[in-house]
């Protein structure tokens, strides 16, 4: 059997998606309804990355030349998953006409701002104080090809 795949999301892959947030310290918080309905919106870009099992997600929304990453989460770290989802949801937002890729991190996330840094995001801003454990939003964005 082959590895993992990025693959658009099903309604069914919605509690596999919560499960993982729950467990990752960043995951935003989504309930099992929005999960099974965001595939269906029509400006959305909902991926995974599985293949027995759900490994890792993407969720984002178009507006008009833009897309804006809401959340971005795999089961492990240093598996590849989130580099193989942020390449994916760069190639299907540019398909959709998208020119920019937005998106906050915590400030104390550094694993995600390395993350982003490696594959080629600016740091256009910060929002103080944002999150509920006090820690600045770092603004960041991706020109898309």
């Known amino acids: 059997m082959s590895g993992p ?15 993982i947030a729950a467990v990752r310290r960043f995951a935003a918080a989504w309930s099992k309804a929005a999960l099974e309905a965001e595939p269906s919106r029509p400006d959305a870009i909902c991926l995974v990355v599985a293949d027995a099992e759900v490994r890792g997600y993407a969720l984002a929304r178009v507006v008009y030349d833009e897309c804006r990453l809401l959340d971005l989460a795999a089961r492990e770290d240093a598996k590849g998953w989130g580099r193989a989802l942020l390449q994916a949801l760069v190639a299907a937002a540019s398909r959709r006409g998208c020119r920019r890729l937005t998106w906050e991190v915590s400030a104390a996330n550094t694993r995600a701002l390395s993350f982003y840094a490696r594959a080629g995001a600016a740091v256009v801003g910060r929002r103080p104080k944002f999150y509920n454990d006090g820690s600045d939003a770092v603004l960041m964005d991706l020109t898309l090809p």
Do not use: C, G, Q
């Not at 795949?5 to 919560?18: L, N, Q, T």
């Open 5 to 19: 795949a990025v693959r658009p999301a099903r309604p069914e892959d919605a509690a596999a998606i919560a499960a």
